[in-house]
Nanobody, 123 residues
Framework: QAQLVESGGGFVQAGGSLRLSCAAS????????VAWFRQAPGKEREFVAA????????MIEESVQGRFTISRDNAKNTVYLRMNTLTLEDAAAYYC????????????????WGQGTQVSVSS
């Protein structure tokens, strides 16, 4: 059974950095595009970034461009989200999701989801 497990969340001061990891098991990882979404209290889950199966192509949401990068290591079945210069608006639960074939920015396109990792940002 496919499983995604996020890690790396925590407390950070504004301006700080975190790297989130999404470890996959139970699927042929190289066949799946992976995305990160986030959800703040009282808000809808929103797209953050996605990466293609090979890792060659990716898409970063405009609001975090220049601060966030997404990468993957298929040998380790892991996708990473590097987050720099964090702001209060970045505080949320971050979820990774996997989709067979190409990436998408739409959450309904993703079949497998992790349980999320919390990112808290203080001023």
């Amino acid at each position: 059974q496919a499983q995604l497990v996020e890690s790396g969340g925590g407390f950070v001061q504004a301006g700080g950095s975190l790297r989130l990891s999404c470890a996959a098991s139970g699927l042929i990882f190289g066949n799946y595009a992976v995305a990160w979404f986030r959800q703040a209290p009282g808000k809808e889950r929103e797209f953050v970034a996605a990466i293609s199966r090979s890792g060659v192509n990716n898409m970063i949401e405009e609001s975090v461009q220049g601060r966030f990068t997404i990468s993957r290591d298929n040998a380790k079945n892991t996708v990473y989200l590097r987050m720099n210069t964090l702001t209060l608006e970045d505080a949320a639960a971050y979820y990774c999701a996997a989709r067979f074939d190409g990436w998408s920015r739409y959450r309904d396109d993703y079949l497998y989801w992790g349980q999320g990792t919390q990112v808290s940002v203080s001023s």
